[in-house]
């Protein structure tokens, strides 16, 4: 069993900063791509930012720029650096994670709780 647990998330005025993290453990063989989904009321979950097992990242046109996703594959922990935070970017933010329980397996999607983030004067 794979568990991803967020941590992060908050309140924060317009301009401001947040660092989501993301730590996966669990019977996981291999991790691949590893990122962050949002979902802001009424609204369908979109993409954030994403990057591979290689490093390479990709984003959302509206935060490229201002957010910036890392991982420690040591720690198995996906970060998502957040600045200039503006009132759009208010949303339940999900981590996710694309790896093989075990060697042989196909790979698998495993999702967090979801933090929720606020930006707000």
């Known amino acids: 069993q794979v568990q991803l647990v967020e941590s992060g998330g908050g309140l924060v005025q317009p301009g401001g900063s947040l660092r989501l993290s993301c730590a996966a453990s669990g019977s996981i063989f291999r991790i691949n791509a590893m990122g962050w989904y949002r979902q802001a009321p009424g609204k369908q979950r979109e993409l954030v930012a994403r990057?591979?097992?290689?490093?390479?990242?990709n984003y959302a046109d509206s935060v490229q720029g201002r957010f910036t996703i890392s991982r420690d594959n040591a720690k198995n922990t996906v970060y998502l650096q957040m600045n200039s935070l503006k009132p759009e970017d208010t949303a339940v933010y999900y981590c996710?994670?694309?790896?093989?329980?075990?060697?042989?397996?196909?790979?698998?999607?495993?999702w967090g709780q979801g933090t929720q983030v606020t930006v707000s004067s």
């Open positions: 996710t994670v694309n790896g093989h329980p075990t060697y042989f397996s196909t790979p698998l999607d495993y």
């Open positions: 990057i591979t097992s290689g490093g390479s990242t």
